[in-house]
């Protein structure tokens, strides 16, 4: 029986542990999370097309893993999407789904991996949160998009119930920095009782 890497994602207390645990879940994370009923992709996804639905609009997906985001997107209907995720063996799997422009590696403790401006929208599917990227990235991907730029991202349940990664989306909002397109909450994976919030929000 093959390991499962699912709940030890929940439980990582670095960088460099969050690195590690990607790199050895590679091979097995598609079938793991498929098993779970994985969700959130294709919800992201319907969103940003509901509110997009321009084919050649580029989108950077954002820690995008195995890809599964970035197949979520060209399935509803974009085909320029570039895709970044600091995990080597997490990218093969990217390069795989052929429907990547462009893939690209980072160094996961970059304070400053992308280049502002550069798209106006950035995905972040199941990427911000508990055992995932920290709370600061939040700001990161807010402050490298442009005026009206839009990142599409989700909370899962751990995540919602952590102030550290709720804040920053309070924040943004608060002060009129970013204003909510859209936000519903859905299924995360069902067969683990996880919901997630999906939300777009437009920098201003």
Known sequence: MSKKFLDDAYNLNSSQE??????????????????????????????????????????????????????????????????????????????????????????????????????????AIGVIGTGAAPPETFDLLMKALPKSGILAFSFNDHTLDDPAFTSRLTDWVDTGAARILFRESGPHLPRQNLNSDVILLEKA
């Not at 997906?61 to 995720?85: I, K, N, P, V, W």
């Not at 970059?110 to 798209?119: H, K, T």
Request: aromatic share 10%; proline share 8%; charged share 20%.
């Open 18 to 123: 969050t690195q590690d645990l990607y790199q050895d879940w590679a091979a097995s994370y598609d079938d793991e999370v498929a098993e779970n009923g994985y969700a959130t992709p294709r919800r992201v996804a319907a969103a940003l097309w509901a509110h997009l639905p321009e084919p050649q609009t580029p989108i950077l997906d954002y820690g995008c893993g195995t890809g599964l985001s970035g197949l979520a997107l060209h399935e509803t209907g974009f085909r320029a999407l570039d895709g970044m995720d600091p995990t080597p063996k997490m990218l093969e799997g990217a390069q795989a789904k052929g429907v990547y422009r462009n893939l690209k590696g980072f160094d996961i403790d970059d304070p400053a991996p992308l280049q502002n401006g550069a798209y106006s929208v950035i995905a």
